[in-house]
């Protein structure tokens, strides 16, 4: 089911790039040229989205030797999942979060950042790797950084459109865009990409979370390393590419009621509330 609604709300993106590109370049040919846009940044984001991803946050690769405790940790994990072993990084900050990136399990990487390997227990941050892992496993690393390219694509023709009105100015020539469609896609088109983006990573959250319980057998130390992390996402945001925020295991607005109507997580009192509904349902759970 959830892939079936993933799909579905990509679906939606596509065409409502599609449709702003018929509003704001004009006619058919805009439609085209949207339709060209969807293929070329579903295709890019197939092969780069990994790269692009860790770039933004500076990541950096390790080996075993350079970081034996995480490496064993991610390849005991992954061996557990039966997953490839994902490529290892860390993020040079302060800031705790982490992320997993990557097309397909085969072509897959880890990135923790300094901060929440020091704040982190080791079962706490066990938690956090096999969240990370579920993700690959569900192929949602490839679907969130699909999401997040169409829709900064929108965002950005959206933002074409309000140039254009503003040098246009009231000039009638029929071969320009609509001025009405124009205008609605200035205001709704932006809004709706980040509601359809927000909806895709929000069931995925649940699901990386119910599958990082079952994986290690301890939904409970998840639930504390999300309190953990939350408290440090507000205090040091980790910086980056606001597009790939979804990516994130939490980001700043988790716990705040206004600004998580906005944000691409569910809020962390509502993980945590599932993962202690799991610890009943886990046989020999602890």
């Not at 096999?130 to 169409?150: G, K, P, W």
């Not at 599958?211 to 999300?226: E, H, I, M, Q, S």
């Not at 700043?252 to 509330?273: M, V």
Request: net charge neutral; charged share 15%; glycine share 8%.
């Amino acid at each position: 089911m959830n892939q079936i609604k993933t799909a579905a709300l990509l679906g939606l993106l596509s065409a409502l790039l599609i449709t702003v590109s018929y509003w704001v370049i004009g006619g058919s040919g805009g439609a085209i040229i949207g339709i060209g846009l969807a293929a070329a940044m579903n295709l890019g984001s197939w092969f780069y989205s990994d790269k692009i991803a860790l770039a933004a946050y500076g990541a950096v690769p390790v080996t075993a030797s350079q970081a034996p405790g995480l490496y064993t940790m991610v390849e005991r994990l992954a061996q557990r999942a039966n997953l490839p072993m994902p490529g290892v990084y860390i993020i040079p900050t302060q800031s705790a979060n982490a992320f997993a990136t990557g097309r397909d399990p085969e072509h897959a990487a880890v990135a923790v950042t300094e901060g929440i390997m020091n704040i982190l227990s080791e079962d706490e941050l066990e938690g956090v790797i096999a969240h990370e892992l579920s993700h690959i496993n569900n192929r949602d690393t490839l679907t969130q950084a699909v999401a997040a390219t169409v829709a900064g694509a929108i965002s950005w023709l959206a933002q074409m459109a309000s140039y254009s009105m503003w040098f246009s100015g009231g000039r009638d020539d029929r071969n320009s865009p609509n001025p009405v469609g124009l205008l609605l896609t200035i205001i709704l088109a932006p809004v709706a990409a980040s509601v359809i983006q927000l909806a895709i990573s929000r069931t995925r959250e649940f699901s990386a979370d119910a599958g990082a319980a079952r994986l290690t057998g301890n939904p409970r130390a998840l639930a504390r390393a999300l309190q953990r992390l939350e408290s440090g996402a507000r205090q040091m945001p980790l910086d980056g590419n606001p597009a790939f925020a979804p990516l994130l295991i939490v980001n700043s607005s988790a716990g705040d009621w206004f600004r998580s109507l906005f944000s691409t997580h569910p809020t962390t009192e509502s993980r945590i509330k599932n993962l202690m509904k799991l610890e009943q349902e886990l046989p020999g759970s602890y």
